[in-house]
């Protein structure tokens, strides 16, 4: 067979599959009109909503439990514990020790807060900066720390538990040279839980409440 007829045949050959590639292109865009509609459905099969752009921050009540009643008998080994495994990877403890992905928290409770010499804090955490971290609101701050400074750069969801919290605030409050006063007994009263109202006296001579019959009069 000469050159010719073997160019010949090659040619003829590709001419051949390009003819059949659009053939078939042609016949499965002619079915998927047939089956599939090429109109929106008036009503999705599938809703999707919007992801949140940002996690919320964690709810805390109105009534934040307060732990002031909690401190005097808060065991402070197992706030040691907790901070120990929960905030030591970004938070050391011990007198002098450097900052790390957040401030050093030695003499914390009672000193000035956001204002740890040498760290840089959030705009958030410097415009929240007024007086010195208390029990009150180291307690909402520890609750929540995204509720208490909305903003804030520390990502901690919170201690949810009243007890845990107040074992940790006893932990981080020796953490000072002079830690500062535990709460007076009047101050313990005030943040106690009231008590419930004691039921009201019942008059002399009331009568007696339905159902509950009398006693009958002896014999004379």
């Known amino acids: 067979m000469s050159n ?5 045949l090659l040619t003829n050959k590709i001419a051949a599959g ?13 079915l998927a009109e047939v089956f599939v509609s090429g109109e929106a459905p008036k009503t999705p099969a599938i809703t999707l909503t919007a992801l949140p752009t940002a996690a919320p921050a964690a709810a805390v009540a109105a009534g934040l439990e307060s732990i002031i009643p909690l401190l005097a008998g808060a065991d402070v080994s197992k706030g040691s514990d907790f901070v120990s495994q929960q905030c030591s990877s970004c938070h050391t403890v011990t007198s002098g020790g450097a900052d790390g992905v957040g401030p050093n928290l030695y003499g914390v409770v009672g000193g000035p807060m956001f204002a740890h010499a040498g760290f840089t804090y959030s705009d958030a955490a410097k415009g929240k900066a007024k007086g010195n971290w208390d029990y009150d609101n180291m307690n909402e701050w520890l609750a929540s720390p995204n509720h208490f ?6 990502s901690y969801s919170g201690i949810k538990n009243t007890q845990t919290r107040a ?25 106690s839980p009231a008590a419930a109202p004691a039921a ?3 008059p002399a001579g009331a009568p007696a409440p ?11």
């Open 167 to 191: 074992d940790v605030v006893a932990y981080l409050r020796t953490l000072s040279a002079s830690p500062l006063p535990l709460p007076t007994p009047d101050q313990v009263k005030a943040a």
């Open 149 to 154: 400074d909305p903003g804030t750069a520390m």
């Open 4 to 8: 010719t007829d073997k160019d010949s």
């Open 200 to 202: 009201p006296a019942k």
């Open 210 to 220: 339905t159902g509950v019959s009398k006693p009958a009069p002896t014999a004379p």
């Open 18 to 30: 390009v003819l059949t590639a659009g053939l078939v292109l042609w016949g499965a865009n002619r």
